[in-house]
Each structure stands twice: as C-alpha cells, then as structure tokens.
C-alpha cells in the first residue's frame, strides 16, 4: 500500500489538495512508470511531474550510504573527474541543502527505476503552475553531490566495461583499473600502506627511506612517463629488492602479486620474488620486490649470445613461469629481456634463474572476462601490423609471441623476423643474417612450429607439451652447472 503522506516532513506547493475520490480513480491505468491507483490528487500530480522529469526528483529521497574503503578510496578522483568533463554539474544554491532520508512511495520508486536507464537522455528541467518552483538542471554527477555515488558507480562501471569490449577504452588505462580496484576492499591485501606526503624522490646512488627501512639505489632499470623501476638494497649481504614507482594511485602491480600469491601460494617465490609491499602516497605509489635477481636477461644478451644449452635451460624456466601465470587467468603481456631477472646461485634457495617484474601491461582475464581479444592492447600492436596476431586472437598468445621472440634473443641475438607459407608461420632469414641451421629441424624448429602457431588450443596445454618436449630431446644442464657456465657473465 502506499505509505500516507501525512508523515512527509518534505513540504511542496501541492500539499493540502482536496484528494480525489474513489470513484475517481481509473484502476486500469497501464504506465508501469505511474503507480497503478494513485491515492490523491497530490500523488498524481507528483507523478506526472516525475513522469515528464525523470532526473529532478526531490532532494530528500534518497539514502546516502557509507562508501566502502577501497585501495584506492579518497587517493585518486578519476571517475568523478572524467564523469565531470563529460557532463557539467549546474549548482543552484536552493539545491544545496543536505539531503533527507525519506520513504519512496511505489511511484517514486518506479519513476527512478525508469530514470537510472534514461542516462542517454540528458537532463531537463519541470516547472509547476500556482505557487511553482523551478527545478534546475541536474546532471549524473551532480546527483552523485547529492548522494547517488553508489548509483552512479555502477553506470561508470557498465559503460566502462562497455567501451572495454566495444569502441574506445583499452582494458588497461588507469581509469579502468581504478574501476576495478574499487571493487575489492583493502581487507583483501596484506603489506598495504598508506603514507602522507608526496612521492619521495629516487635517484641513483642515493638512499630512500620507505616504511622502517632505508635502501640504497643501485640502478634505474625501466623509466616511463608512467613509471620507473629501480634496482636497490637495503645491505650489501641482503637480496636485491627491486623498486616500482608509480605516478598514479592505482597499484596495479601490487594487485598482480597478491593474486599470483593467493593463487599459487610458496611456488610463486621460485618466480615473482620473496615478498611484496606497496606504500600508498598522495600522488602515487611505491611497490617492492623483494628476493629478487640483481641483473635482466638483457645485461648479459647486450654482452654475448648464449650457448643453446644455456638458452635452452632458460627457454624451459620460462615457459614454466608463464605457464603459472596462465594458469591464474594472468596475461603479461610484456615480456621481454628487459623484464625477466637472472639469477647466479638459484639452486641455494630451490627458486628458478629467472624472475619476472613489471606488470604494467599485464591483464587479469578472470577479474576482465570481457577482454576476449587483443584489438585494444598497446602491446600487441606490432604482432598485429605483422600479422601475427589478428584482431581476434586472445591475450594469452601474445605471451606465446613474447617468449617465441624472447627465445630468439637469446639464440640469435636479435628479434625474429617470419613469413607466412600457407597456413603456418615460420622463421625466415633477413637480409643480413640467414636462418641458422638448428631452427630447420629438431627441437628448436618444433618449438618455433608450435609457439608461432597454436590456433585456438588453450596456451597452458601448449606450455606444458613444450616443456615435456624439451625435457625429453635435450640434456639439459644441472642448476649447478648452469650457474658455472653462467657466473662468467656476472
């Protein structure tokens, strides 16, 4: 039934109307937008108003509750501020009163029902005749001033998951991985800090005090507009830790390691480090790696292009890691040299030689189940004007590629160059230097067979063959003689 109206502590123009009969009322009514037997003469007028202005509903008619406290709560205004540019809020000071908790009526209720799907119809403006007030202009995010952020959260949500599988938003921009972080609440992370103050600056061959420790910078490893990634140590007998500033409050890679951890618990120390923190600042974040390797994979392909055993022992670590990461739905989407650690004395601490870092690029396909191709991602844009990867192919084979080209470096020196011949793509030779023998049979010429064209079979089974494949073709090296043929290069 619908609640009386003598309760309302709200009070408009159309108090005191002489309330219609029964005999008046036309119980066949069908705009499901109006309650089926409006109860007086007030309630009736209130709901054309309504009706005919969805988005100028009264200022007390909502609830405003508590927002859950997020990882990136009060620490970076992406949503409020683009919503904003796309829809100017009009501030009246007669809307400005703080808003009132009051029970809907069913007509109220079903005409803002009506309004959160009539985003795509701007706002407009109602007026009343005998003693009328004016309602002006409210725009989506000015109703989020008036205690609609919850509402206005998931429209953000949809329309972005939207532009995310249709048109415009690539899935890893910050405003899409803020959405996402917002979803999760800080309870779900461990070693999460938030500081005040202003990023500390970081600088090679200076010290940096974050949480109660004080590390020196050995490095920088990677510098973006983005962000920039350091070596550091905390002593010189202490495992290298290895340091990601962040220029915006999203932290993403954080976010990576903690799913890698919950998902495959201490055997994600044999390839993504010992430990993870993240330290939350006003305009950004700092991330560190901690038990990682003091060295890329590029520090020793820039001096020498490695024995095939060597590379072959490193090509079956690395298809391991990237197995582990697909296999917690987990894409890079970056991987080269430049993000892969190599280790001298593993074998001491059970781990593998490599370690993988900067997970800038990477996707989480089952917190993004709408990401199904790689259209939108930076990354892949390369493989895609080669023709390697075609608008439809997943994610995950642009890891494929990154190991495929990855091990090439490591062979060849250089990134590999193909052609297509029917339907299979194969190494070709460039104009300086031919294709080297061993990629024209054997395991190599399987490999690059199999990697270079996994048509839609799952990339965890193709991972897993190729490690067997190796592991049953090839003697591969102990981790102590490994680490013999390697230490020359450290």
Known sequence: SIPPK????????????????????????????????????????????????????????????????????????????????????????????????????????????????????????????????????????????????????????????????????????????????????????????????????????????????????????????????????????????????????????????????????????????????????????????????PHTLMDILEKTRLQKDIAAFLTVNLLELVEQMHSCGLVHANLSPDTLLLGSRFHETEGGPLNLVDFSHCLDLDFQPEVMSVGKLQMAQRFLKQGLLSETSTPYQLDLLGIADTVHKMLEGRSMEVVREGSEWRLVESNAVPVNAKFNDGIWFNFFKKILNPGDRSSVIILAELREEFNREMKLLSCQDFEMELAFFF
């Open 6 to 293: 003598a309760a309302t502590d709200e009070c408009d123009d159309l108090e005191g109307i002489e309330p219609l009969n029964e005999d008046a009322i036309v119980s066949s009514y069908r705009n499901k937008t109006l309650c089926p037997n409006p109860d007086d003469t007030c309630d009736f007028m209130r709901a054309a108003q309504l009706a005919s202005t969805p988005f100028s509903g009264g200022l007390g008619m909502r609830n405003s509750p508590e927002p859950e406290i997020t990882m990136t709560t009060d620490l970076c205004s992406a949503d409020l501020d683009s919503l904003k540019s796309v829809t100017p809020v009009v501030k009246d000071a007669a809307n400005e009163e703080p808003p009132r908790v009051k029970q809907l009526s069913p007509i109220q209720e079903a005409s803002l029902e009506d309004a959160r799907y009539s985003v795509s119809s701007g706002s407009s403006t109602s007026s009343s005749v005998s003693g009328q007030s004016s309602v002006n202009e409210m725009t989506i995010a000015g109703k989020l001033e008036l205690g609609q952020s919850r509402t206005l959260s998931t429209l953000a949500e949809q329309t972005s998951i939207a532009h995310c599988a249709g048109t415009g938003i690539a899935p890893s921009t910050i405003h899409v991985r803020k959405q996402l972080l917002d979803k999760l609440p800080e309870s779900y992370f461990s070693q999460f800090f938030r500081e005040s103050g202003p990023l500390p600056t970081l600088e090679e061959k200076y010290q940096v005090c974050l949480g109660n420790d004080t590390y020196d910078i050995k490095r920088e490893i990677i510098s973006t507009e983005d962000y920039n990634l350091y070596f550091a140590q905390r002593s010189v007998n202490d495992k290298i830790t290895v340091i990601k500033v962040d220029f915006q409050c999203v932290p993403w890679d954080f976010y990576i390691m903690t799913r890698l951890k919950k998902h495959l618990g201490d055997k994600s120390q044999s390839f993504f480090g010992d430990l993870c923190r993240c330290y939350m600042y006003e305009e950004g974040c700092v991330t560190l790696f901690q038990g990682l390797y």
